[in-house]
């Protein structure tokens, strides 16, 4: 016996996000030509990577926006959880390429921190300014979603990550013009590497946690057992399983074991109701699935267990 609820408010945070991406998009992949131009034409490894970075977050802002469109649609026959879990696909993938880039920035400035060639910083500080209001701009329209979607932080953390690459592209300009010390642009790149690999894994083992089905953070399954325990009527709370269909849908199943009396004053819907409406109010999982059974169902339950 089931007890579930409907995801219009989660169908329309996930529309409103699709929004806020194709905004990001647009503004991403406009920056993206002049940051690759102006890297080309300074020679500048930070403002290189920094576009390089755009690179892959205008592809991962992308992959959100399609992996969005894919979760909404409805569920099938077979695909009977429908498709949310493609925004955390998308997450991990996400999350996969920052780590990548991550790495192959460490590699390529500690290659350049031996011979830091010659960095027209002039144009550079020019061009990492465009970046930073380009990417100021689309982390105040991505940070206003509050669905708490994997997918639209695998995002955000990609435009982050450009922010903070242009905050430290301007740096290392100044340096350079003012001190003509050239290895602050290698050193610009190193640090814009060591702020996105955290990120990432974090990004990661958030991505995998919901594929792995963990119970969600915050959610004690023995408080959760105790909690209904204590209920009028629960004599036992078993097989209980707790897990995250995608950011925001927190889901739980579990048999509730009951007195012949509560039954018999409640009837099987009224404690159904009465266990759905204890984990909402107090948990506020709102998609649960619980099998009441009657205290005599247990020596059924134990000889299930024997065999």
């Not at 002049?34 to 930070?46: D, E, K, P, Y």
């Not at 998308?90 to 990548?100: Q, R, T, W």
């Not at 669905?147 to 903070?164: F, H, K, Q, Y």
Request: hydrophobic residues 50%; glycine residues 12%.
């Amino acid at each position: 016996m089931g007890h579930g609820h409907g995801h219009g408010g989660h169908g329309a945070g996930r529309a409103a996000d699709r929004r806020r991406l194709k905004i990001v998009l647009g503004v991403t992949g406009s920056i993206l030509v002049l940051q690759a131009v102006g890297g080309i034409v300074t020679g500048s490894l930070a403002l290189l990577a920094d576009s390089a970075h755009m690179a892959m977050d205008a592809g991962g802002v992308l992959l959100a926006l399609g992996a969005s469109y894919v979760a909404a649609r409805p569920a099938g026959e077979r695909t009977t959880f429908g498709y949310h879990r493609a925004e955390v696909l998308a997450a991990l993938a996400n999350a996969v390429v920052l780590l990548v880039l991550g790495a192959v920035l460490l590699v390529a400035g500690v290659s350049r921190l031996a011979d830091p060639g010659e960095v027209d910083a002039g144009p550079m500080v020019l061009f990492a300014l465009t970046g930073l209001v380009a990417n100021g701009v689309s982390m105040a329209v991505l940070s206003r979603s509050d669905t708490g979607s994997l997918n639209l932080r695998g995002a955000l953390m990609e435009v982050m990550a450009d922010l903070l690459g242009s905050v430290f592209a301007i740096v290392a300009g100044l340096v350079i013009l003012l001190t003509g010390f050239q290895r602050a642009d290698p050193i610009a790149s190193l640090l814009i590497a060591v702020m996105i690999l955290p990120r990432a894994f974090t990004l990661a083992r958030d991505a995998l946690r919901v594929l792995f089905e963990v119970a969600p953070d915050g959610l004690d399954l023995t408080e959760v057992t105790t909690h209904l325990r204590r209920m009028e009527g629960v004599v036992d709370v078993h097989d209980l399983h707790a897990w995250t269909i995608t950011s925001g849908l927190p889901s739980m199943s579990a048999h509730v074991t009951v007195t012949e009396e509560a039954l018999a004053e409640h009837g099987v819907g009224g404690m159904l109701d009465r266990v759905s409406s204890c984990i909402a109010e107090h948990f506020d999982v709102r998609h649960a699935t619980f099998q009441i059974e009657p205290e005599s169902h247990r020596e059924h339950e134990d000889l299930g267990e024997a065999h």
